[in-house]
């Protein structure tokens, strides 16, 4: 893996945490070691991954790895996501503006919310009886 600078970039999302090195290649993408196809069977989790390279049209050029861990599949793949157009961003600061506006580089701040004492979940209260 021959990287022109040595720069990892960290996404996060919900539980998730994704570091990402890409390297100028062929578009091969591996996430912890395996295909993307293969990490993410559905098309909708592939699609938010490579959203950021396809938009700029660079899908056929860098290599992505990905180190992934925590969390689900979709907190996952935004994760990714995030990281990849972090990337995008260091690598050339032309691409912040549209990256931007696309809403890439924006971090999803919502998380699962604690459970309270006195309650069954966090807002679910128990069934309250008058009578």
């Not at 992934?68 to 690598?91: C, K, N, P």
């Not at 971090?107 to 008058?130: C, I, L, S, T, W």
Request: aromatic letters at 10%; proline letters at 5%; charged letters at 30%.
């Amino acid at each position: 893996m021959d990287v022109e600078r040595t720069l990892i970039t960290v996404g996060r999302r919900k539980e998730a945490v994704a570091r990402v090195i890409i390297a100028p290649g062929s578009g091969k993408i591996a996430i912890n070691h395996r295909p993307l196809d293969e990490y993410f069977p559905t098309i909708s989790t592939q699609f938010v991954v490579l959203e950021p390279l396809r938009a700029l049209g660079l899908l056929e050029k860098y290599d992505v790895y990905a180190n992934v861990r925590g969390g689900g599949i979709s907190g996952q793949a935004d994760a990714v996501r995030l990281a990849i157009a972090r990337y995008l961003e260091q690598l050339n600061p032309d691409f912040r503006p549209y990256l931007k506006k696309n809403g890439f580089l924006t971090r999803d701040p919502r998380v699962k919310e604690r459970k309270k004492y006195g309650r069954k979940r966090a807002r679910k209260q128990f069934q309250y009886r008058k009578r």
